[in-house]
């Protein structure tokens, strides 16, 4: 993957936006169905987000940025929307957190592989602190699922979770 310096911040400013948008549409799902603790992770998740896409926002001021159309993006599902499993509203808090870690590890990877792959110094060095940061994100959601009770393995693959009792 080897992007001009306006490619990459394009992309990673789509990519953090897309991070923000479905943690933003996570909390508002649970909140609604009153999973409270698990609705304030997620806007977390949504700050966090919202503060590295600013962060590149203003590190792009004054690079003409191209408007890439969806299918211009190169991934083939942006790294950190993950897939749809974080939609169940009986989610528990230590799942999401699991959820939240592998989309910040898939952007991790990303980045990393961004910054090996560029010919361009530029991209090399900002892929690689991009990289950084999402390792301290992943650092951040390890602790955060050292502190939070895990559900049992029972529990977790009962089909019959679902159903009212």
Do not use: C, K
């Not at 990673?12 to 549409?25: K, M, P, V």
């Not at 602190?129 to 050292?146: G, I, K, M, R, Y």
């Amino acid at each position: 993957m080897n992007y001009t310096l306006p490619e990459f911040l394009a992309h990673a400013i789509a990519l953090e936006r897309e991070a923000a948008d479905r943690y933003l549409e996570l909390a508002d799902m649970m909140e609604a169905h009153r999973n409270d603790p698990v609705s304030a992770l997620f806007r977390d998740m949504v700050h966090f987000s919202q503060l590295h896409h600013d962060s590149i926002v203003e590190r792009a001021q004054g690079v003409t940025l191209p408007q890439l159309r969806s299918w211009e993006y190169r991934w083939s599902v942006p790294p950190e929307v993950g897939g749809e499993e974080a939609f169940d509203h009986t989610l528990e808090a230590y799942t999401a957190l699991r959820y939240a870690r592998e989309n910040e590890v898939r952007a991790m990877e990303y980045y990393t592989n961004v910054g090996m792959h560029s010919t361009e110094p530029e991209v090399r060095r900002l892929a690689s602190e991009f990289a950084a940061e999402e390792t301290e994100h992943v650092a951040a959601l390890d602790e955060w699922l050292a502190r939070t009770h895990r559900p049992s393995a029972t529990w977790q693959s009962d089909p019959d979770r679902s159903r009212p009792a």
